[in-house]
């Protein structure tokens, strides 16, 4: 009914607006032409700057200015973006080698990248985190040859349909190009590190009117050098003593082995503690310079870990973790354009790029205190555990069997990402009578390989078990290991084709017509190594997708001005996948109440379908770490007959697709104010709200474990072993409590989350006659609200400022600073010009408030100990020596400046000199980055740890 109601609506507005022309036509005067362009958002040609909706324009000499690298670099610093990201540095997540875009901190899915108005393809990746599930690559983007970005800061899926729930991002290339340029550049921090180097170049010829054709090509090539996390510049006065990284100890898993007594026969389990330290034996043959004595305080080892005050072999794996791999990007981008007759024109566009990332790591290590999964391409997951056979020649203990834990020394470790983009498109656009048209056929292909270095074949180190193999052989054979290689394919095929036109004229200007469709087909592959699908390797996951999916789609806009001073724009677009149809309506008004003056706003429905790897046919393979709440109910004291691992235990996941998950759908509101108080100055205030609801997300492991029979499509596998059932605190025996050994999750349609905020823009130019002349810019953005509710029916606390799975402990939230700003301040006369920025981060805070229905009585660190000297959930006891203070609990603000200076002196020569973070500020500690997977000391998303930065460059015209 409300969508037949919105039709109607609709027509009704079209006839209003078509019978208004006829009145208008008959009153019309000569008026001189006025220039009109296609702005994002909308297939209608305007010539306001401003209409209806907030769209932010980078342009080129802002891009030139900024000193960026990547294109993923010149976006971190939009107010407008948010976490939820994919960011290309170290090895370790689901989207390693990608950097993606998230407007509002809705995530990559929920952003829509364009090149030249068309959508790019997802790559070939199966991330299951919130959000993430459509990674769109920015890297597949040479950041030279673009001309400007247009930011469309609203709900778009009434113009260009599914992903475009918080906005577009719209790369505009370069296209009318005459002549020839080459250029380079280099950069790096004070100390040498985060190395780039960049060569790319542009050509442009022929003379579309005077030639009947014209061209461009583009390249842009460059290499990245790996930086290690020793070698940055890291808080070690926070970091080290806290976390306890940098320090002497890194990991006791060595050559030498360990070896753990079982508890009782048969049990599977092994003592691994302090108290029970004398049913642990460790060899110690290596060199004396390798040995060190666990210590509480020099190694920031719990009381309860079995190194305290062991001498053991250690080997140092801050030599293998990287903040930044080393890479290689290629890019190739050309367009092309022929004058078939006066009015019409063929066009095609044609790249390629390549993205190589090589990660280090570690020879890798196995310790079998626990079972270890083994997958294998349609089967149950398998559980492989090594464990000495009594009279073993390695078992030290007579009269048990004994687990161990060492490390292969001798195997590679590490892994190389490869991605590859093609893209093409021909089609052709014209005029014919008062109607503008356009056509194309888009192919648009994604390839990736991932090949990793160095993974325990079971067969084979199963040996030590059927065959008495010496751990020591096993090390020094090179085939237990395997080098796997994962491929994978994401693919888009579109024609399309649209037309706009002008219906006539009312007393505001031309009534605007736009209406077009499109069929797309998407497709998805990810293919494991062979050895992983046949379950020969142990503790690695294989994801296993193959999908294919035809959209077809139409949409309508209409512009009407039915006043000078009144305008309204209406869009409607009809989307109809394999499983479900979408009609999502949108409305847009702009008032201008002086001359100097005016009022918007828009309202707008939404949708995304759930991406092909949610619903292909296979499933995405994971660990995971939780806290068993059945053996560890409160995360830090477990039961008896549990061990510690309970309280952050780690197993494997299985997240099956599900082709029955629906569309999420979602509302936008804006309300803006423009003013123009004088002509050299801008200001722009809008205010947002969006609110996504049937959202498309993974069951967290946690929700699983915690509550068990209320999701059927989630399963925990426990070890049904009645010797390893654990005791309440009555002495009860709880039945079906063994360790966990797996969680099965599943995708769902479950929850909202709703954003809210302020957006803030002013643009002031001002000429200093003979000083030359002055441009400045400030954006700033306000998040008022974040709320997530993972559940229909839970409550949605407000998030802003807050880590939000912190502050509201039932919600999967990201991090959600409340404010975010830049800006910045150009001078230039002559031949100079110097840009001075500003960027603003503000602040984090990881205090625990409520849990769903329950709000605490007052709010408390996640991390460090309370009041009384309990240690609070998060652990990491001495953060409390550094921070005492509840207010201290939180990730700080951080401001950086940046300066940039462009010498045009020489003829046909352009120099630049750009100095990020001129005065060194490090990015802010945060103690959730002191992991063993995230170790950086800081969060990568909102912060850097490159230092101040240097980047020479030079561009020559030919």
């Known amino acids: 009914m409300k969508h037949n109601l919105v039709l109607k609506q609709s027509v009704v507005a079209v006839a209003l607006a078509v019978g208004g022309a006829q009145f208008a036509m008959a009153q019309q005067a000569a ?33 030139a200015a900024s000193g960026a690298n990547t294109v993923a670099e010149l976006l971190k610093n939009i107010p407008a973006f948010g976490s939820g990201a994919s960011v290309d540095g170290s090895d370790g997540g689901f989207s390693n080698g990608a950097s993606t875009a998230s407007l509002r901190g809705l995530g990559s899915s929920s952003t829509l990248v364009l090149l030249n108005g068309r959508r790019i393809t997802s790559s070939a990746y199966a991330d299951p985190n919130q959000g ?13 040859a673009i001309e400007r970005v247009e930011i469309f800061k609203d709900g778009a899926s009434a113009v260009y349909g599914s992903d475009a729930i918080a906005g577009v991002i719209n790369f505009i290339t370069k296209s009318d190009y005459k002549g020839a340029e080459l250029g380079a550049s280099i950069s790096g921090n004070d100390d040498g590190e985060f190395r780039r180097k960049t060569v790319n170049g542009v050509w442009g010829f022929g003379d579309l009117e005077k030639n009947r054709f014209s061209g461009l090509i583009s390249f842009d090539v460059s290499k990245r050098d790996s930086t290690l996390m020793s070698d940055k510049d890291v808080q070690q006065d926070l970091y080290g003593p806290i976390n306890g990284r940098l320090n002497a100890f890194s990991s006791s898993l060595t050559a030498s082995p360990f070896f753990y007594k079982e508890r009782s026969p048969g049990s599977k389990t092994f003592y691994n ?10 060899r110690v043959n290596c060199d004396a310079s390798q040995q060190i004595t666990g210590s509480i305080a020099a190694h920031n080892l719990l009381p309860t870990d079995t190194l305290v005050g062991r001498t053991f072999c250690n080997i140092n794996l801050n030599d293998y973790k990287e903040v930044q791999g080393a890479g290689k990007d290629g890019n190739v981008l050309s367009r092309f354009n022929v004058q078939v007759s006066e009015n019409v024109t063929a066009f095609a566009e044609l790249s390629y790029s390549r993205t190589e990332r090589s990660y280090l790591g570690a020879p890798i290590a196995t310790r079998s205190t626990s079972a270890t999964s083994v997958f294998a391409a349609g089967q149950p997951v398998q559980n492989f555990q090594l464990i000495l056979p009594v009279g073993h020649p390695d078992n030290p203990f007579p009269d048990a069997r004994s687990a161990v834990g060492f490390r292969l020394m001798n195997a590679p470790g590490g892994s190389k990402n490869v991605n590859e983009a093609y893209r093409g498109l021909v089609g052709l656009k014209g005029t014919t009578g008062n109607w503008d048209w356009e056509t194309g056929l888009l192919w648009n292909r994604s390839e990736r390989e991932e090949l990793s270095y160095g993974y325990i074949l079971k067969d084979q180190i199963a040996r030590i078990m059927t065959e008495n193999r010496t751990i020591a052989a096993t090390i020094a054979d090179p085939g237990v290991t395997h080098n796997t290689l994962n491929t994978g394919f994401a693919m888009v095929k579109q024609i399309d084709a649209k037309a706009s036109t002008t219906l006539g004229k009312l007393p505001g200007g031309d009534i605007g017509l736009a209406f077009g469709g499109e069929i797309r087909q998407e497709s998805i592959g990810l293919t494991p190594d062979s050895a992983i699908a046949a379950g020969k390797i142990t503790g690695l996951v294989g994801s296993s997708l193959n999908g294919e999916r035809t959209v077809k789609s139409g949409f309508v806009e209409l512009r009407t001005p039915f006043l000078k001073n009144w305008e309204m724009d209406f869009a409607g677009r009809y989307d109809k996948y394999p499983a479900a149809k979408s009609f999502v309506p949108k409305v847009g008004t702009k008032w201008s109440i002086t001359e100097r003056v005016a009022l918007r706003g828009s309202f707008a429905k939404g949708f995304r379908a759930p991406a092909l790897m949610q619903i292909a046919e296979g499933g995405v393979q994971s660990f995971s770490t939780a806290i068993d709440t059945l053996r560890c109910p409160d995360g830090q004291n477990y039961l008896t007959g549990a061990d510690r691992t309970d309280c952050s235990k780690s197993f494997s996941s299985v997240s099956a697709s599900d082709p029955n998950l629906q569309p999420e759908k979602s509302k936008s509101y804006s309300l803006g104010l423009i003013l123009n108080p004088m002509k050299d100055l801008d200001i722009l205030v809008d205010w947002y709200r969006i609110k996504k609801t049937n959202e498309t997300a993974l069951l967290s492991a946690q929700t699983v474990i915690d509550h068990p029979t209320q999701y059927p499509k989630g399963q925990v596998v426990r070890d049904n072993n009645p010797a390893n059932w654990v005791k309440d605190a009555n002495g009860v025996v709880i039945p079906n409590s063994g360790p966990i050994l797996q969680v099965n999750r599943a995708w769902v349609n479950q929850g909202s989350t709703e954003v809210s905020g302020v957006d803030f823009e002013v643009a002031y130019r001002k000429s200093l006659g003979d000083w030359g002349r002055l441009t400045s810019n400030l954006n700033w953005s306000y998040l008022h609200e974040y709320r ?9 606390a407000n998030t802003a400022g807050y880590n939000g799975g912190l502050s509201d402990w039932s919600t999967t939230a990201d991090d959600n600073p409340r404010n975010r700003g830049k800006a910045s301040v150009t001078w230039s006369k002559d031949v100079h010009a110097v840009t001075a920025t500003v960027n603003y981060v503000g602040p984090v805070s990881l205090l625990r408030r409520t849990n769903n229905t329950e709000t605490y009585a007052a709010p408390f660190c996640h991390y460090g100990k309370n009041a009384a000297g309990k240690t609070n959930p998060g652990g990491s006891e001495k953060f409390s020596d550094f921070f005492p203070n509840l207010n201290d609990c939180e990730v700080k603000s951080w401001t950086t400046f940046d300066v940039n200076y462009a010498y045009t002196g020489i003829k046909n020569l352009t120099l630049t000199f750009n100095i990020k973070n001129l005065f060194d500020t490090k990015a802010p500690y945060d103690v959730r980055y002191g992991t063993t997977t995230n170790f950086q000391g800081y969060n990568t998303q909102l912060h850097n740890g490159m230092g101040r930065y240097f980047r020479l460059g030079a561009n020559y015209k030919f």
């Open 31 to 63: 008026e001189p032409a006025v220039q009109k362009v296609f702005v994002t958002g909308s297939n209608i040609k305007r010539a306001d700057k401003e209409g209806s909706s907030p769209v932010q324009t980078v342009g080129a000499k802002e891009i």
């Open 132 to 144: 993430k599930s459509a990674v769109y690559d920015l890297n597949s983007i040479p950041v030279s």
């Open 273 to 282: 503690s302090y108290a029970d330290r004398a049913n642990v034996i460790n």
């Open 788 to 796: 997530r509710a993972e559940h229909p029916g839970d409550v949605a």
